[in-house]
C-alpha cells in the first residue's frame, strides 16, 4: 500500500481517532463512542449527498432545458435544498382516513433503511467504509431490496387507487430489473475473483475491471447502468410515479416529512447506484495508476481517495440525469420486455463469455501481464 | 469492531434517522383535524369503493419467474467467486444449470406470460 502524506486524506484521521478511543477508553466505552461517531458520520454523509444531489438535479435540469433553476437563494441558488428541507421538516403531516395504520406508517422505515444500509456499505475512501462484509457485493444487492418491500407497502397501505397501481408497477419494475443488475455485478464477481469491495477496488490498482474483462465487462456495464436506472424508478423508467396518469404513485398519500423520505431515498438510490458501479467497474477510490511510472503515481496520490471516488461517481450520475431529462418515458410492456426479452438473455450468455475469457486467460491482465498485472 | 456490530450500527443509524425526523417534524408542523382532508386524494372526485381489492395477474406471473431466477443468483454467486479455481468442470456444471433455467424462461416466454394483453 502506497501512502504518501496527504494533507486531505481522512484515512489518518480515522486511524489516529480509533487509536486515541482505543487507548484513552476500556473497550467496551471506545465501541460504543465509535459505533456512535459511526452513526453521526454515515447520518452527515448521507443529508449531505443528498442535499447536494437534489441542487445539482434541478440545476443541471434546468440547463438541459434551457432554464436557469434555482437563482435565488445564495450565490447560483446553492442554499435552494436547504430551505426546502426546512420547508419538508414544517410541513403539516395529514392523517388520511381509511388507511392501513401500521402498514402506513411502517413504509417509509423499510424505504429510508435500506438505502442506509447499502449507504453504509459503499466505500468513499481509503478507510472510509463502515461495513465491509466478505460478501460486499451480495450484501449490498440484498439490502437494497428491501426497498421494495416499504414502496410495495406504502402503495397498498395507503388505500387509493392511484398508490395500488403505481407500487405495483413499482415493484414488477424493481424485482425485473434486479434480476439485470444482480447477474451484470455477478460476471465482475467472476472476473475479479471476489466479493469484497476493499478487495475489488485492491484488484483494480493498474487495470479497471471495466477494461481488464473487455467486451463482456463492458456489456455488464452498460446493462448494469440500465437496470440500475430502471431500480430507481428515474428518467424513462419512471412509470410508478408517473405524473400525468397517477399523480405520484406510490406516495400520493404520503405528506410532509413522510414524503420527504421517499423523496430522500429515491435521490440516495441514485447516488448508491452510482457508487456501486464506481466501485466494481472503476476501479472505487483508487486514483489512476500506470505500473512502472512511480513518480506519476505518486503525484495521482497526492489527490485524496474521495475526491477520486466522487469524481467518477458524479460522472455516473451526471449520465444518469442526462438519459432522465433526454428520454420520454416507456410504457409498462415496453418495459418488462427490454428487461425479461433483452437484458436477462444477454446477461446470461454475457456470463458464459465472462467465464470462457477467465478461464482461457484472455484478459488484458493476462495478456498484457508488464502493463496492466496485479 | 467487527462487521457484524457495525450492520446494527447502521441499521440502527437508519432507523434514528426516521424516527427522529418524524418526532421533529411532529413537534414543528401546524395541526389541522378536517374530516374532507383525510380523503383519498384521488383528484377531486369523491372516492369509489375500496382499492383493496383483487389486481391483475400479469404482476404475479411476473414475481414467479423472478423467484426462480433470484434464487439461481444466490446460487451463482458462490460458484462465481470460485470460479478460476474450478475450471472446466464448473464451466460445464453451470451450463447445465443455466440451460434448464433458461428452458424455464423460454417455456413461460412460449406460453405467453411475458405478454402484456
Known sequence: MLLYSQPLELTKLVHSLDAFFRSSLSPFWATLVEGILIGIAILAAYALIALALIYIERKIAAFFQSRLGPNRLGKYGVIQSIADMIKILIKEIIHVNKIDKLLYYLAPFFVIVASVLSFGAIPFGQSLQAVDFNIGVFYVLAVSSIGVIGILLAGWSSNNKYSMIGAMRSGAQ????????????????????????SELIE??????????????????????????HAETNRGPFD???????????????????????????????????????????????MPIQIKGWDAFNQVMWYIPSWIWFFGKAFVLMFLSLWVRWSFPRLRIDLLLNLEWKYLLPINLV????????????????????????? | ??????????LLTGITLVAAGLGVAMLLSPKSTNFQKGEPYECGL????????????????????????DVEIIFLFPWATVVRSLGMMGLASILIFIAI?????????KKGVLKWT
Open chain 1, 174 to 197: 424493481f424485482i425485473s430489473y434486479e434480476l439485470s443488475a444482480g447477474f451484470s455485478l455477478m460476471t465482475i464477481v467472476v472476473l475479479s475473483g471476489t466479493m469484497q469491495f
Open chain 1, 203 to 228: 484488484g483494480q490498482r493498474y487495470c479497471w475491471n471495466l477494461f481488464n474483462g473487455h467486451i463482456p465487462a463492458f456489456i455488464a456495464f452498460v446493462i448494469f447502468l440500465i437496470s440500475g
Open chain 1, 239 to 285: 412509470l410508478p410515479e408517473a405524473e400525468s396518469e397517477l399523480t405520484a404513485g406510490y406516495h400520493t398519500e404520503y405528506s410532509g416529512l413522510r414524503f420527504g423520505f421517499f423523496y430522500l431515498a429515491e435521490y440516495l438510490n441514485m447516488f448508491i447506484i452510482a457508487a456501486i458501479a464506481t466501485t466494481v467497474f472503476l476501479g472505487g477510490w
Open chain 1, 350 to 374: 454475457n456470463i458464459l463469455v465472462m467465464v470462457i475469457i477467465v478461464l482461457s486467460g484472455l484478459t488484458l491482465a493476462d495478456i498484457f501481464p508488464a502493463v496492466f498485472g496485479k
Open chain 2, 1 to 10: 469492531m467487527t462487521n457484524s456490530s457495525l450492520f446494527v450500527v447502521v
Open chain 2, 46 to 69: 369523491p372516492t369509489h369503493g375500496t382499492s383493496w381489492m383483487q389486481f391483475r395477474v400479469g404482476y404475479y406471473l411476473y414475481a414467479i419467474l423472478f423467484m426462480m431466477f
Open chain 2, 101 to 109: 433455467l433458461s428452458l424455464g424462461l423460454a417455456y413461460a416466454w
